[in-house]
Nanobody, 119 residues
Framework: VQLQASGGGLVQAGGYRRLSCAASGSIFHINDMGWYRQAPGKQRELVATITRGGGTNYADSVKGRFTISRDNAKNTVSLQMNSLKPEDTAVYYC??????????????WGQGTQVTVSS
């Protein structure tokens, strides 16, 4: 399973950006999907997750500003980021928890996409 993220770039504070991530390859069943981020000098942190049924979970720092969504038929997950702040600057990684009949559950990571918010 491969994850390809896109949508990163430079945006001014207060602006918005939409990240997308598509899973491809030998997909059997994807459970949770989500986004993490890592800012320079900081640990990677959870941004948002979404279950196959649409249940969502957000980091406190992004609640009310970011919205995660997914398309199960297309195996995609998106992150709509509004009211961006300089502290949202980070490399954003998508994740997918894939279940395979032989391998069980395995978390796959995308390659990361840089989001830079200028003040």
């Amino acid at each position: 399973v491969q994850l390809q993220a896109s949508g990163g770039g430079l945006v001014q504070a207060g602006g918005y950006r939409r990240l997308s991530c598509a899973a491809s390859g030998s997909i059997f069943h994807i459970n949770d999907m989500g986004w993490y981020r890592q800012a320079p000098g900081k640990q990677r942190e959870l941004v948002a997750t979404i279950t196959r049924g649409g249940g969502t979970n957000y980091a406190d720092s992004v609640k009310g500003r970011f919205t995660i969504s997914r398309d199960n038929a297309k195996n995609t997950v998106s992150l709509q980021m509004n009211s961006l702040k300089p502290e949202d600057t980070a490399v954003y990684y998508c994740v997918a928890d894939h279940f395979g009949p032989s391998a069980g559950i395995h978390r796959y990571w995308g390659q990361g996409t840089q989001v830079t918010v200028s003040s």
